[in-house]
């Protein structure tokens, strides 16, 4: 490629005016301004009329930029940056939340490995994904938003990435709430590109491989083309112990040295390193299985536990600081309760595409997708505890003094603490299988998507005017499975339950003398230490657990516009558009899942649905001031508005619209607003999910004496859960209670979808300015507020935010407090006030608000300017996202807020300068987190560490044209090492620092 194609492409990326002789530096990151045309030659120009497609709009237009504000990533961003995927390219947009599968060290696991664009911190269901400007199938699945895995898109064959910025639903349709992202692929591409690149961080405990092969080709004298993409990239499965600063195994814990909420002190302290106390790899021996710690066996005067061999030792709790919580001790890390730290991603896209013009005024295009990835985490670890005594399928193991695998050393310690064992008293095995009993720990989640698109587009005469006019078809699949091996509950027991001796062991189940119930396959299992089980008896017990998911979906878009008549300052455009839209979705749990016998027993019942979809709308341009007719200090205003007329066959009929509006007072500065109504619609999971019910950890419980104090209303939150306690003297005092649901599954939680669910709706107001070389050549400045208020948000809402709403509001609604019910008094191992049962479903919450503002800054420096006779130049770039308020409400009378959290901070921003002379490149990269708060509540009465510092990285890369056809580059990702901010995990870059190097070949 030589240097006037590649600053072309560069240019192209950019955005920028065309009359610029040299764009040097950072290429790939631009806020749209408003005078692009097709790149050429400064002399070239005046006689170029490129009217072109602009995402937010279906009107072909003679300028790029619209109303509302529009961030482009050029294809060059991969080679600057080192970026292997779209996904990866997402992560460097300020306005996007960052999606990476990482656990945040809380029990969560680390996800499925699909990675969506989410704007504003809305969730990824509030944006729309869009290829070429047309829908494309959800890979989700269940309860989950409808969205578009980024890992799946073909980053060899990406012109440039598209953003609007703020709604856009009246253009697109249902989800474009807080913006659409576009994927734009490149329709005429020539030759042959090769890239390679390899990457590990500086422990080697990442490494990541990429590889991409474009291939293009015109024919028929330059009327066809097609263009092939194949590419795959790994990135490997982290476990929290990988890193030191996510292996602290950190939890909160009550306080015993605060005196009360005036007096300084936080009411809980930092645990560290956090250990679960009741339980072990070997097998902690309780005597009854509760109220622990009261029940661990005693031998010799000391607790007691099995080693890996299966003989009794002692036992060190560590310091215990309640339930489930220790310092220290034998029993197992928090944090290897979930050890995966980040999933696991595999990769391998095919896409290919088509075109070719029967005539100037009418081409045929089509496109053929194939993409196939694998995301693999490691999930909660089979354990058998006497936390959770009251399920049979992961309560503690009891065994008798003739079970077959104690040895007779074992039987006389264990009749020497508790002689009713040797009258035939059960005890109890308190432990954790992770790796001992199913052949893999790990998750894995596969989609497999096809799609293929054909359509037709051109222009004719008629009337005295000309249209453009488009028509295409596309039908998409997604097959997903989730798979994992378990351990089959009902199985377990029995092969646990064991007689006879060492040598011959029996499953009671077998001679108890009951036909009914015999199993010949079962085989007795050792649960006496680490790996004596016979691996027989693992066979017999584990079993593949999961579901399998197809997504489809027919979409038919049809367009036509032209100029309807003209007036002094220019054309009057409209487009009309008509899209049918027929999706389905099935969801088959595997034969484990269905019949309930894996996990916490919950019975998965498959299901399917489907809907289809009537679209109506049209757009109109129209140009009031500008071309020859202008003013002083009114050189362009224009108008834009859309209509959306919505027929759902499920949930019935939606108007959206939007008005929008630029001016141009003079060159060099536009003004510009938008305001917009758009809609989203429930799918078909979210409606119809089958109801199950499965024990479950409950997440905070705001009355636990750790939580009482926070929220977004503390004293609200402490006088509900007073009354509450009030009113129940079986409860255990509020001043001590402890939860043991929040961390322990022991609550039965009812899921499933919610018939009544409407359509959410968000007024969407934008308003800005763009600055392009008004004071000084080749700086453009933009700067955009974004106001989003959105009613019937349909959330996600599990027991969490149930008992959330129902303690935080002033005037809490029944509604809402029956979600959930509590123990009236202790059962003997869980204190009365404890969750008892809970719901997870999806509940149209409210409101949203999100307000800020986006800005973005771009200065082009030639250097010849200072020293003749160089050609080199640099750019220095500023994109930054503000973060004024983002509040969630279910009740519409109380709000809680994540801006200046971890989830989002107030600050997000981003700093690049970059070089370049000749066939040398440099370009560094700052990324900035501003300081936060832990909680929107967050004081040091009720939290150690209540602000979170800011946080700066460095990003560097090197790159080098070594011939016409080869690029050479290196770089560095982090390069000073820093650490995300204590305590969080995510509020930075836990894998430190790490290297690239990579190979461009083009020919």
Not at 113 to 138: H, I, S
Request: charged share 20%; with cysteine.
């Amino acid at each position: 490629m030589n240097n006037e194609l590649f600053l072309r492409k560069l240019l192209g990326s950019c955005g920028l005016a065309a009359f610029l002789p040299v764009v040097m530096g950072m290429p790939a990151l631009a806020q749209e301004t408003d005078d692009p045309v097709e790149i050429t030659t400064p002399a070239e120009t005046e006689a170029v009329q490129n009217r072109v497609y602009v995402t937010g709009s279906r009107i072909q237009r003679d300028v790029s930029s619209t109303s509302a504000p529009v961030v482009s990533l050029g294809e060059q961003i991969f080679e600057d940056r080192g970026l292997v995927s779209a996904a990866d390219a997402l992560n460097e947009i300020t306005s996007l939340a960052p999606v990476r599968n990482q656990a945040a060290g809380n029990g969560g696991a680390s996800g499925d490995g699909q990675q969506y664009p989410e704007l504003f911190g809305l969730g990824a269901g509030r944006t729309l994904t869009l290829v070429n400007g047309k829908r494309f199938v959800t890979t989700a699945q269940g309860l989950e938003d409808s969205r578009v895995d980024a890992n799946i898109i073909s980053s060899g064959l990406i012109e440039k990435i598209e953003i609007v910025q703020g709604g856009g639903a009246a253009v697109y349709g249902s989800d474009a709430i807080a913006g659409v992202v576009n994927y734009i692929l490149k329709d005429d591409f020539e030759g042959v590109e090769f890239d390679v690149q390899y990457g590990n961080t500086a422990l080697s405990n990442y490494e990541q491989t990429a590889f991409r092969l474009t291939a293009g080709k015109n024919f028929a004298n330059d009327r066809g083309n097609i263009a092939v993409n194949v590419e795959t990239s790994k990135t490997p499965l982290v476990y929290f112990s990988d890193f030191e600063a996510s292996n602290r195994s950190r939890v909160t814990q009550s306080n015993p040295l605060d005196t009360g909420p005036t007096d300084g002190i936080p009411s809980v302290s930092e645990v560290m390193p956090a250990h679960m106390w009741g339980f072990n790899y070997d097998g902690v021996i309780f005597n009854i299985p509760a109220p622990p710690p009261f029940a661990l066996t005693s031998v010799n005067g000391a607790p007691a536990t099995f080693d890996a061999d299966g003989n009794i030792v002692a036992y060190n709790p560590g310091q215990i600081l309640g339930i489930p919580f220790a310092v220290g001790g034998d029993g197992v890390r928090y944090s290897d309760l979930v050890p995966g730290l980040r999933s696991g991603v595999e990769r391998v896209t095919g896409n290919a595409l088509f075109h070719y013009d029967f005539s100037p005024n009418l081409r045929w295009n089509a496109e053929l997708l194939y993409a196939e990835t694998e995301g693999t985490s490691i999930g909660t670890q089979y354990s058998r505890t006497a936390l959770n005594q009251q399920s049979p399928s992961i309560g503690a193991i009891m065994f008798l003094i003739n079970n077959p695998f104690l040895t007779d050393a074992n039987r006389g310690a264990l009749i020497s603490a508790n002689p009713g064992f040797a009258q035939g008293q059960p005890l109890w095995l308190s432990r954790i299988f992770s790796g001992d009993l199913v052949p893999s720990p790990e998750n894995t989640y596969t989609t497999e998507t096809v799609r293929f698109m054909t359509g037709l587009e051109g222009d004719f005469d008629a009337a005295g005017r000309n249209f453009y006019w488009s028509a295409s078809a596309s039908y998409a699949e997604v097959d997903g499975e989730q798979r994992g091996w378990d351990v089959d509950f009902a199985k377990f027991n029995n092969a646990t339950f064991a007689f006879g001796s060492p040598t011959n062991p029996v499953c009671y189940i077998n001679i108890d003398g009951d036909p009914t119930n015999d199993d010949p396959n079962c085989a007795p299992l050792n649960p006496f230490g680490y790996g004596n089980a016979s691996q027989a008896a693992r066979d017999y017990v584990s079993v593949m657990a999961g579901n399998d998911y197809k997504n489809t979906q027919f979409d038919f878009l049809a367009t036509i516009g032209t100029e309807l008549f003209t007036m002094p300052a220019g054309p009057v455009d409209v487009v009309l558009a008509y899209e049918h839209r027929k999706e389905e979705a099935e969801f088959t749990p595997l034969e484990a899942n269905q019949l309930g016998i894996v996990g916490t027993g919950s019975v998965e019942v498959p299901s399917s649905g489907s809907y289809d979809t009537n679209e109506l709308s049209a757009e109109f341009l129209l140009p009031l001031i500008g071309g020859d007719f202008t003013m002083p200090f009114a050189q362009e205003l224009e108008i834009s508005g859309s209509y959306r007329y919505v027929d759902n066959s499920l949930v019935g009929e939606e108007d959206v619209w939007g008005i929008g509006a630029r001016f141009m007072p003079f060159d060099g500065l536009t003004l510009r607003a938008n305001r917009s109504r758009n809609f989203r619609a429930p799918n078909l999971n979210q409606l119809f999910a089958p109801t199950s019910t499965s024990f479950g950890a409950i997440g905070v419980d705001p009355c636990d004496a750790d939580r009482i104090d926070a929220g977004p209303n503390p004293a609200v939150r402490r006088a509900n859960c007073e009354a509450e306690w009030a009113a129940n003297p079986g409860y255990a005092p509020l001043a001590t209670f402890q939860d043991f649901a929040e961390n322990t599954p022991i609550a039965v939680v009812t899921s499933g979808g919610n018939p009544d669910l409407v359509n959410e709706v968000s007024d969407t107001t934008t308003f800005g300015f763009v600055i392009d070389d008004l004071f000084i050549d080749g700086l453009t400045i933009s700067v955009d507020r974004i106001d989003i208020d959105l009613t019937n948000g349909i959330s996600n809402f599990t027991t969490q935010d149930f008992l959330a709403a129902c303690y935080d509001d002033p005037s809490p609604q029944a509604s809402v407090c029956n979600a959930f019910a509590r123990i009236p008094v202790s059962d003997g191992t869980n204190p009365g006030g404890s969750v008892l049962t809970g719901r997870s479903t999806t509940f149209n919450a409210g409101e949203v608000t999100f307000k800020g503002e986006v800005y973005f800054a771009s200065y082009d420096f030639d250097l010849s300017r200072i020293y003749s006779g160089t050609d080199a130049s640099l750019n220095f770039a500023v994109e930054a996202t503000h973060m004024a308020e983002l509040s969630t409400s279910v009740t519409g009378t109380t709000f809680n807020r994540t801006d200046n959290t971890t989830a989002q901070p107030d600050w997000t921003g981003r700093f690049n300068l970059s070089y370049m002379n000749g066939p040398a490149r440099v370009s560094y990269q700052l990324n900035y987190l501003d300081d936060v708060k832990a909680s929107e509540a967050a004081t040091i009465e009720n939290n150690p560490n209540p602000l979170i510092d800011s946080n700066i990285t460095h990003d560097i890369t090197f790159l080098y044209e070594v011939t016409e056809n080869a690029t050479i580059r290196i770089g560095a990702r982090n390069f000073t090492d820093e650490l995300p901010s204590y305590p969080t995990l995510t509020h930075g870059d836990i894998l430190g620092r790490r290297y690239f190097a990579g190979l461009n070949l083009r020919f």
